[in-house]
């Protein structure tokens, strides 16, 4: 269970269009780029099988991004078909009506068919090797600003560095704040998605983030959801299982990681702890406690899957570089994402309320006591639990040709390879592989797996 240097050598070819799309996975979830190791302090040396803090999210290779530049102002993700609008307006924001109107007059390279991407298609451009520093100096983007282009907040314009919030389309179907109609968004100078208000900011003044746009792929972020009936569910779109129910009490982030590579479920034994990416892809943004539709009440999650609890946060696997330390990981609220607002400011009258939907995604200490942050943590004080539930996962995330989605590369993919795999011209999976395994035995990246893609396994073996 961990990388080789032949599994980050074959990960460069991963998911590619001809691949993912021949196969009608439309859903494919991109890694979140996070190599590094971390315990709940700060950077170490990725620990074994057993050790303590193993099973976190640079020990498992996902479907790398692949990006490619069309030289007119656009950028194709070959893992997901998504064509993506490569430089936003940097100098103005939009309100969130202003953004929804201008996808029907955009017009970019020739195409007019741009619209402005729901909350999982622009998280999936989220990178999480990002870093928020004290300053923009210190802090890396969550985004891959080799393809496109980013700017921080204008300071000198009363806001925040971080201030580099991007609209979604999708809303919420409760309320926030004070009673607010919502938007989802993405941070990518801090790595979070947040409701913000739809219509009025702080002050009373419009509420304005920026806008990219995005086309291709329609499909984006839909789930299939499958009950196996054996405590585990497929989610069909993105080849990745899922245990039906949670772990049924709430945890630090090392015993999260710890429960999930020890389960045993369904007569299997290779769960882990979900990556950020992974898990937010499970979100049901028509769902919420506070749904102003009764029929939409409910955790944000499928009612296929159970919930201990539905005002419930859920522990990820990624390591979330935000201040100092690496003491803190990545969760994903299933319910409302609380916090305590001080309302009036500066009044020292603090109200816990829904601040930012069910369906956000932000961070928590990795270990630590709630008590010492009795009125959350940031600006909307975001509340504090460090105890958060554990819903294990397990799939072909690994690199190409780890068709066994054991974590290395060995002679079993190979023996996979030649009795499933094999053969001139192959443009679908036969009978009894998988999508995710065909895609990952293209290593040529040409949208077949032929007898080229087993010779260039074989030499990766050693003959």
Same mark, same amino acid.
């Given at each position: ?400 040709? *780890?068709? %066994?989605? $054991? !974590?290395? #590369?060995?002679?079993? +993919?190979?023996? @996979?390879?030649?009795?499933? =795999?094999? &053969? ?17 035995? *293209?290593? %040529?990246? $040409? !949208?077949? #797996?032929?007898?080229? +893609?087993?010779? @260039?396994?074989?030499?990766? =073996?050693? &003959?």
């Amino acid at each position: 269970m961990h990388r080789t240097t032949t599994l980050l050598m074959l990960g460069m070819g991963a998911g590619v269009l001809g691949c993912g799309m021949a196969e009608g996975q439309e859903y494919v979830i991109v890694d979140t780029g996070q190599v590094d190791c971390y315990d709940d302090v700060t950077e170490v040396a990725c620990p074994g099988a057993g050790a303590d803090f193993f099973g976190q999210d640079a020990h498992y290779a996902g479907l790398g991004p692949r990006y490619r530049d069309n030289g007119d102002g656009t950028i194709t993700d070959l893992v997901t078909g998504l064509m993506w609008q490569q430089t936003p307006d940097l100098d103005n924001k939009s309100t969130f009506a202003e953004a929804m109107a201008g996808a029907e007059t955009f017009d970019l390279a020739g195409y007019d068919d741009w619209r402005l991407p729901s909350i999982k298609e622009l998280y999936s451009l989220i990178d999480f090797r990002g870093h928020t520093g004290m300053n923009t100096a210190e802090s890396t983007p969550y985004l891959d600003t080799t393809y496109f282009d980013f700017a921080y907040g204008d300071e000198s314009a009363g806001e925040r560095y971080i201030d580099a919030q991007y609209w979604s389309s999708t809303e919420y179907v409760g309320l926030t704040m004070g009673g607010d109609p919502t938007v989802f968004g993405v941070n990518f100078a801090d790595g979070r998605i947040k409701g913000y208000p739809r219509d009025t900011g702080p002050g009373g003044a419009p509420f304005t983030e920026f806008v990219r746009y995005v086309r291709g792929n329609p499909n984006y972020g839909a789930n299939q959801f499958v009950d196996q009936g054996n405590g585990a569910v497929l989610d069909a779109a993105t080849g990745l299982v899922w245990m039906q129910t949670d772990s049924g009490a709430a945890m630090d982030w090392e015993a999260a990681l710890d429960y999930c590579t020890s389960l045993d479920l369904a007569g299997i034994d290779d769960w882990r702890l979900p990556n950020a990416k992974e898990l937010q892809s499970i979100v049901d943004y028509s769902r919420a406690p506070d749904a102003g539709d009764p029929a939409q009440q409910g955790p944000a999650i499928d009612p296929v899957f159970q919930m201990t609890g539905a005002e419930s946060y859920f522990w990820t696997s990624t390591t979330h570089l935000d201040g100092p330390t690496a003491g803190w990981a990545a969760y994903v609220c299933f319910g409302r994402a609380f916090g305590w607002m001080e309302q009036p400011p500066g009044s020292g009258n603090h109200v816990f309320t829904n601040v930012h939907g069910a369906g956000a995604q932000r961070s928590d200490p990795k270990s630590g006591d709630p008590d010492d942050y009795p009125y959350g943590h940031g600006p909307q004080g975001d509340d504090v639990r460090i105890f958060n539930y554990v819903r294990c996962v397990r799939g072909c995330s690994s690199a190409a040709g *780890d068709i %066994d989605c $054991d !974590g290395e #590369v060995t002679s079993a +993919d190979a023996q @996979t390879f030649s009795t499933q =795999l094999s &053969g001139p011209g192959v443009t679908a999976p036969p009978a009894g592989a998988t999508p995710e395994a065909f895609c990952k035995a *293209d290593l %040529d990246d $040409d !949208g077949d #797996v032929d007898l080229r +893609d087993f010779g @260039t396994l074989l030499a990766s =073996l050693g &003959g």
